[in-house]
């Protein structure tokens, strides 16, 4: 069965960086339209950035901050956090949507077991 294995994530203070990765356990899993969400605390669950091939695309909050990155022979997907914000505080989820260039979770059939970023002021 096709799981996605997030890593990264942590503290960081305000203006910091960090980086997440999310893998493709499987081989065959395809990585093209992939997505990463975030849900800040006592919140619903928000789009953050999209890949659909090779183009990426991203909430206003996070544009310019963030980038979506992807190694094919690694079957792994990243998300870069620079600039980050004590608004960023979240956790964060990578999954693969089945709709390409989708902002919706309900179009995303593979999640990732999500993973904390705290952003201190």
């Known amino acids: 069965q096709e799981q996605l294995v997030q890593a990264g994530g942590g503290l960081v203070q305000a203006g910091g960086s960090l980086r997440l990765s999310c893998a493709a356990s499987e081989r065959t899993f395809n990585t093209q339209h992939m997505g990463w969400f975030r849900q800040p605390p006592g919140k619903e669950r928000e789009f953050v950035a999209g890949?659909?091939?090779?183009?990426?695309y991203y909430s206003d909050a996070v544009k310019g901050r963030f980038t979506f990155s992807r190694d094919n022979t690694k079957n792994t997907v990243y998300l870069q956090m620079d600039s980050l914000e004590p608004e960023d505080t979240a956790i964060y989820y990578c999954?693969?949507?089945?709709?390409?260039?989708?902002?919706?979770?309900?179009?995303?059939?593979?999640w990732g077991q999500g993973t904390q970023v705290t952003v201190s002021s």
């Open positions: 890949i659909n091939s090779e183009i990426t």
């Open positions: 999954a693969h949507s089945r709709a390409p260039g989708s902002r919706w979770a309900n179009e995303y059939d593979f």
